[in-house]
């Protein structure tokens, strides 16, 4: 069988447009994170702290452990341990180190209140 010049041309063409359409395929297929800055869809960025993204805090009562967390007056202990724990994330030493002296020493304050508000709560849960 003899190969006629345009064959290559039909046979490149064909190879090219399945090649297109899978990609096609593909992309349309994934979720539109997918392509979210080398993060997987999976996985949720670092949370950065308030005060790096330009607007403060809302206004809390240091004194009441229970606005510190976050949590209802009427919360359990898993219920505390999980917020104190997601509330610990945002000022983890290894996601603030690279934003300055200023935001560490933000972090451990924020660290330290978070702390004695746990403490205070699950001892209170204790007494109960």
């Known amino acids: 069988m003899e190969f006629h010049p345009f064959m290559f041309i039909i046979i490149y063409g064909v190879l090219t447009l399945s ?72 000022y983890h030493p290894d996601i603030v180190s690279h934003r300055g002296e200023e935001f560490k020493k933000i972090a451990q304050e924020k660290t330290i209140l978070l702390q004695e508000a746990k403490e205070k709560i699950l001892k209170n849960l204790k007494a109960a």
Request: charged residues 35%.
């Open 19 to 90: 090649v297109i359409a899978y990609l096609v395929y593909f992309l349309a297929t994934r979720k539109k994170d997918y392509f979210n800055h080398g993060i997987p869809h999976n996985k949720k960025p670092i949370p950065k702290i308030k005060e790096d993204m330009g607007y403060r805090e809302k206004m809390i009562d240091e004194n009441d452990p229970f606005q510190v967390l976050g949590v209802p007056h009427k919360a359990t202990k898993n219920e505390v341990l999980k917020a104190y724990k997601k509330k610990l994330k945002m």
